[in-house]
């Protein structure tokens, strides 16, 4: 199988700060990643999908100036929660695609926001 | 958007009971997969039934899909403790497009 990373595993933050979560595809490449947001006790729910080397597309809701996603090369992907809070708390997991229909994912970010 | 819709929410059972997740969905689909989770983990992919495919097995997984209903079944047969954890279903609707859509999950817990 596909192995994803994601780090930091986990981060606590204070509230203003912005923190930063890394996803790499170890051996395979991905034009496109995923990611999702998980609140507590809830299911997975789609944020943003990037190409490699474009802009990413936001779902409704996400603001795009305060989940900066970049997807700079086809093994690397950042998540970047800008001006944290404690609403951002959550668990953020990416999900690199790599072939038609084989989505992968990581093992997921636990963001705490003080 | 939550597309899938999963029941029971919860389900308890005590091991070497099966266990039934039904899960249903609003819009066409190209693919179903469902994917287990254990608490404050990442997802583990179980299986992936297509949308012309009616039934898949997979080990002691039995998965149903109903495309008239919208629905899909996940049979997990001679549960084990190990077993415990949420199960969640998602689909995709193809033509080109490869983001999945989560439904809520059943939470399972299997009881020795």
């Known amino acids: 199988g596909a192995v994803v990373s994601q780090h930091p595993s986990w981060v606590i933050c204070k509230s203003g700060t912005s923190v930063k979560i890394e996803c790499r595809s170890l051996?395979?490449?991905?034009?496109?990643m995923f990611w999702y947001r998980q609140f507590p006790k809830q299911s997975l729910m789609l944020m943003a999908t990037s190409n490699e080397g474009s802009k990413a597309t936001y779902e409704q809701g996400v603001e795009k100036d305060k989940f900066l996603i970049n997807h700079a090369s086809l093994t690397l992907s950042t998540l970047t929660v800008t001006s944290a809070h404690p609403e951002d708390s959550s668990f953020y997991i990416c999900s690199p695609l790599r072939a038609a229909g084989e989505q992968y994912f990581g093992p997921g970010t636990r963001l705490t926001v003080t | 958007s939550q597309q899938g819709e999963e029941d029971p929410q919860a389900l308890s059972i005590q091991e070497g009971e099966n266990a039934t997740m039904n899960c249903s969905y609003k819009t066409s689909i190209n693919n179903l997969q469902w994917y287990r989770q254990n608490s404050g983990r990442g997802l583990v992919h179980l299986i992936l039934?297509?949308?012309?495919?009616r039934e898949k097995h997979s080990g002691r997984l039995r998965v149903t899909l109903d495309t008239s209903k919208k629905s899909s079944s996940l049979l997990i047969t001679a549960s084990r403790a190990a077993d415990t954890a949420s199960y969640f279903c998602a689909t995709d609707e193809g033509a080109g497009s490869y983001q999945l859509t989560f439904g809520k999950g059943t939470k399972l817990s299997v009881i020795p």
């Open positions: 051996d395979f490449q991905a034009t496109t």
């Open positions: 039934i297509r949308s012309n495919e």
